[in-house]
């Protein structure tokens, strides 16, 4: 069975420092990849989309980027952090069109 | 520019009552139509899911309703239980599988 690991589950970072989180996906090949933000009581925004390694589609202008190094591997990263980084970051795939998402657990990011 | 919208924002249903969320969308082009259930600190789950060749479908006490033509879906909570509290969900993708989701309906079923 396909599972999605993302980690960490926890983050608190000072505002100019690095980001780096990962998320894997097991038993898939070639799986649609997701990063979406969720602000507190807010909705889901989709930031990267991948269809294969090295190809990303940015949806929204910010202060982060994103990578597909393996096909089952979507990091997403930032060179210097701001406060209105802080969120619930998760990843997720889905194998084809007409196929639900599939999300981790996320990450909580607490920019200081 | 928000894709999906939802409504209500939030839901206090009584336990066995039916709870109702309503999502409207503009871009004709979005043909698959999932709903998620998420709890405090985890992911979205899939509930269930339409595309527009049907008009409902139902899966146990959870049911789509879908209007193509009033480009609106709905879920339908069927004797809503304490278990269902949660935030809920709509969603919908097109041609290059990109999900956009509402805004959220958190529903509290009392007891």
């Known amino acids: 069975s396909q599972t999605i690991h993302q980690w960490p589950a926890t983050l608190v970072q000072p505002v100019g420092s690095p980001l780096s989180l990962e998320c894997t996906v097991e038993?898939?090949?070639?799986?649609?990849l997701y990063w979406y933000r969720q602000a507190a009581g807010r909705g889901l925004q989709l930031l990267f989309y991948?269809?294969?390694?090295?190809?990303i589609s940015s949806e929204v202008p910010q202060n982060l980027s994103a990578s597909r190094p393996q096909d089952r591997q979507f990091i997403l990263s930032s060179k210097k952090l701001l406060l209105s980084d802080s969120g619930f970051y998760l990843c997720?795939?889905?194998?084809?069109?007409?196929?639900?998402?599939?999300f981790g657990n996320g990450t909580r990011l607490t920019v200081t | 520019q928000q894709q999906v919208k939802q409504s209500p924002q939030s839901l206090i249903v009584q336990k066995g009552g039916i709870s109702i969320i309503n999502c409207a969308y503009e871009?004709?082009?979005?043909?698959?139509f999932p709903w998620y259930q998420q709890f405090p600190g985890k992911g979205p789950a899939l509930l269930i899911a339409?595309?527009?060749?049907?008009s409902e479908k139902k899966e146990g006490r959870f049911t789509i309703s879908f209007n193509k033509s009033a480009k609106q879906f709905s879920l339908h909570i069927m004797d809503s239980q304490p278990g269902d509290s949660a935030t809920y969900f709509c969603?919908?993708?097109?041609?290059?599988?990109?999900?956009?989701f509402g805004s959220g309906t958190k529903l509290n079923v009392k007891p």
């Open positions: 997720a795939w889905s194998p084809r069109r007409y196929s639900p998402l599939h």
């Open positions: 038993g898939t090949s070639n799986p649609n």
């Open positions: 991948s269809v294969g390694i090295g190809q």
């Open positions: 871009n004709t082009a979005f043909d698959y």
């Open positions: 339409i595309r527009p060749d049907v």
């Open positions: 969603a919908a993708s097109g041609n290059f599988n990109k999900f956009y």
